[in-house]
């Protein structure tokens, strides 16, 4: 099933479950994944068995497993590249400080 047609839920169970299995095919226990990652053994089993995990624990035990990077592109933001007025091409470099809602 693509992402995209995932809830948040299955999306943290997808995530954990490839992790999971990308821990393994390292032949790291989850003891030696705390170890090396510096999360907590009872974190990684939550994270496994539920999806529940926060972001830097996540971000921690993604460099471990050598997935850091595709962390790099999220929320990225991808400018237009043809303009048809100088107004346009002013108003991509303004960057929003708040939202409006």
């Known amino acids: 099933m693509s992402i995209l047609m995932m809830t948040p839920y299955e999306?943290?169970?997808c995530m954990a479950e490839r992790a999971r299995g990308k821990r393994l095919?390292?032949?790291l226990s989850q003891e030696g994944l705390g170890a090396?990652?510096?999360v907590s053994c009872s974190?990684?089993?939550k994270f496994e068995y539920s999806g529940k995990i926060s972001l830097e624990s996540l971000l921690k035990i993604a460099m471990v497993l050598g997935?850091?990077?595709g962390f790099a592109?999220?929320?990225h933001i991808t400018p237009a590249?043809?303009?048809s007025s100088l107004e346009q091409l002013l108003e991509v470099?303004?960057?929003r400080k708040r939202g409006r809602l």
Do not use: P, Q
């Open 43 to 45: 974190v990684i089993k």
């Open 36 to 38: 090396r990652s510096g």
């Open 67 to 69: 997935s850091l990077e």
């Open 81 to 83: 590249t043809a303009f």
């Open 93 to 95: 470099k303004k960057t």
């Open 11 to 13: 999306t943290m169970r």
């Open 25 to 27: 095919s390292l032949n």
């Open 73 to 75: 592109h999220l929320f």
